[in-house]
């Protein structure tokens, strides 16, 4: 079974700018969230979505935002890009319950913002 | 709100040595308690997780961690670490409310190091 997949692998953008990152979750899993992971910060969950909705949300600015397509793929962007928005951004798929069952995590986007 | 603490953000053992790194939580519910590893320049990979009965949960790569509801504890544990064993480790605890309160929160990670 294919894992999960995300890209692209790197971007770098420049300030202001916007960015779209696309999640391809496990075949059968329903459930994507995504994650925000800085040295300074570590893991911060950012939203969660299941069914087309967003199930859940983090403490993160409007700025960010996502989307899920009927066949479980995920996009997020961010616009009007920040310095501070530089980060390795994680996507995770899980069956239907992120409480309960496993996450698997693909490995990243890498953005860098200057 | 449920919370997790690794405390220190570095570990260095030699190769053959005991691992032990330290998780404690906070949850108001009974929680799921998870333990990933990530090796540079990739995701997150489970290693183990407890979620009810036999509170011993043996992970992969030899990894093993024991639930402590007394201590509020959740260490990862590795009798004789490997210099492949050299990586990032992040604890998560997760509240079991489901639905729209569904969601990990995780530690801020401990970086392994094996010294030969």
């Known amino acids: 079974k294919a894992g999960v997949t995300q890209t692209p692998r790197y971007l770098i953008k420049t300030r202001g700018q916007q960015v779209t990152l696309s999640c391809s979750p496990i075949s059968g899993h329903r459930s994507v969230s995504w994650y925000q992971q800085t040295p300074g910060q570590g893991l911060q969950f950012l939203f969660e979505y299941f069914s087309e909705t967003q199930r859940n949300k983090g403490n993160f600015p409007g700025r960010f935002s996502g989307r899920q397509f009927s066949n479980s793929r995920s996009e997020m962007n961010v616009s009007t890009l920040e310095l501070g928005d530089s980060a390795l951004y994680l996507c995770?798929?899980?069956?239907?319950?992120?409480?309960?069952?496993?996450?698997?995590f693909g490995p990243g986007t890498r953005l860098t913002v200057l | 709100a449920q919370s997790v603490t690794q405390l220190g953000s570095h570990v260095s053992v030699s190769e053959g040595a005991l691992v032990l790194l330290r998780c404690n939580y906070s949850s108001s519910v009974p929680p799921y308690l998870f333990w990933y590893v990530q090796y540079p320049n990739q995701g997150l990979q489970l290693l183990l997780k407890?979620?009810?009965?036999?509170?011993l949960v043996k992970g992969i790569n030899g990894f093993e961690a024991e639930f402590k509801k007394s201590e509020t504890s959740f260490h990862l544990t590795k009798p004789s670490a490997h210099m492949s064993d050299a990586a990032e480790y992040f604890c998560?605890?997760?509240?079991?409310?489901?639905?729209?309160?569904?969601?990990?929160?995780f530690g801020k990670g401990i970086t392994l190091s094996v010294r030969p």
């Open positions: 998560a605890v997760s509240d079991l409310r489901g639905g729209a309160n569904s969601k990990l929160t």
């Open positions: 995770a798929s899980s069956l239907q319950d992120t409480s309960t069952d496993t996450q698997y």
């Open positions: 407890y979620t009810t009965g036999a509170t």
